[in-house]
């Protein structure tokens, strides 16, 4: 079986090597289907979820004060799909376990013999207790430290998954409507087809956090999708990180970490949590330079294969995470932007990723959504 993508994270970050450099394994390919063209709801909403009409956007920006991954903008014409309006939930993603038996890949044991084939030649073994089950957790310093060097917040914790989502000693008791963390692309994927839905394309997520009272999801020039005011009002609209980053998280904005799914307002569309709280996996691959081919192509079509230079094997597959989460800040990365996007290896889960489900105007079959 393949080993977790957060056991090799933390063999490289053991290594020094902590400035998010992965040593990664393919994930399998799903098909995701487009829903027809439409910009009226086709029926009554599924439960939770809300329509997200046909329409055209700027997807990503000329902003020079953006990352260099999301720009050029160039126009992308969205079909018309389902969105749940808030991520997955700890309650939800309960009910597929107990239904299934599924097994998070935090959960799985690692076998060493078939994780060193996808490593280079020569790795050293990981001490044993790097190979057991378990995943990363953000650990805050009780210092300031260098913001180039992962390993001062992220450690490696034997025992971390859904059910504690911060190691053995912590839980989730008390938390239905927390965001379900520590789940990786796959996990994500399988809870998908169990509840016969699937992951929203990047174009999709992004014209989606694009919605706005009294624009739909036409609006393509505020820096957040509420404005250009981080708080209007002296308002926060989304759980990001408050205080110095990464030493304390101060919770002015009400939490110090994940917050309940509902707990900050709503988009245009209805959707919560488009912006902070935890990242989302979305179905399409990471290409550093997808928006730069869109615009030479005048066409945007999601990436067949995973490119990023700033990797140790720049064509390592990973997944597009968005939203940005309880651990962004201005002075860091400030990925609560619509346009922000980063590239997560797609068996790789955390404490501050989850996800969201879309479906098409027709619901799956049953053998379609099975895991």
Not at 244 to 255: K, M, Q, R, S
């Amino acid at each position: 079986m393949k080993a977790p993508g957060l056991i090799v994270l933390a063999i490289v970050l053991a290594a020094g090597a902590a400035a998010g450099v992965l040593l990664l394994l393919p994930a399998p390919l799903s098909e995701f289907p487009k829903s027809p063209r439409s910009a009226s709801p086709p029926g009554q909403a599924p439960p939770g979820m809300v329509w997200i009409p046909t329409g055209e956007f700027t997807m990503g920006t000329d902003d020079p004060r953006s990352m260099p991954n999301e720009r050029p903008a160039h126009r992308v014409k969205v079909d018309g799909f389902w969105l749940d309006t808030h991520v997955v939930t700890n309650a939800e993603f309960r009910a597929f376990v107990n239904a299934t038996g599924y097994l998070t890949t935090a959960e799985r044991p690692v076998d060493w013999e078939e994780m060193k084939k996808e490593l280079p030649p020569g790795t050293p073994k990981p001490a044993d207790e790097m190979l057991q089950p378990g995943s990363l957790v953000f650990t805050p310093p009780d210092h300031a430290v260098p913001l180039d060097d992962l390993s001062a917040w992220w450690a490696w914790t034997t025992g971390a998954s859904w059910r504690h989502p911060s190691g053995p000693g912590s839980t989730i008791d008390g938390k239905d409507d927390y965001p379900v963390v520590q789940v990786s692309w796959d996990d994500a994927v399988a809870y998908a087809k169990w509840a016969g839905k699937r992951l929203p394309t990047e174009a999709e997520w992004e014209y989606a956090a694009r919605g706005k009272e009294g624009r739909g999801g036409t609006n393509t020039n505020t820096r957040y999708w509420w404005g250009d005011d981080f708080k209007p009002g002296g308002k926060f609209m989304c759980n990001t990180f408050t205080g110095p980053f990464p030493v304390n998280d101060t919770a002015e904005d009400g939490y110090a970490g994940t917050s309940p799914v509902n707990a900050f307002p709503a988009n245009g569309f209805g959707l919560h949590d488009m912006a902070g709280n935890v990242w989302q996996w979305t179905a399409d691959l990471f290409r550093a330079d997808i928006h730069a081919i869109a615009k030479e192509k005048m066409c945007y079509t999601a990436p067949a294969d995973s490119w990023d230079p700033g990797r140790a094997m720049p064509n390592a597959a990973q997944r597009v995470t968005k939203g940005g989460s309880f651990l962004c800040q201005d002075t860091y990365c400030e990925s609560y932007r619509p346009i922000a996007r980063r590239g997560t290896p797609p068996d790789t889960g955390s404490s501050h990723v989850g996800f969201r489900c879309a479906m098409n105007a027709t619901r799956q079959t049953a053998a379609e959504r099975q895991p």
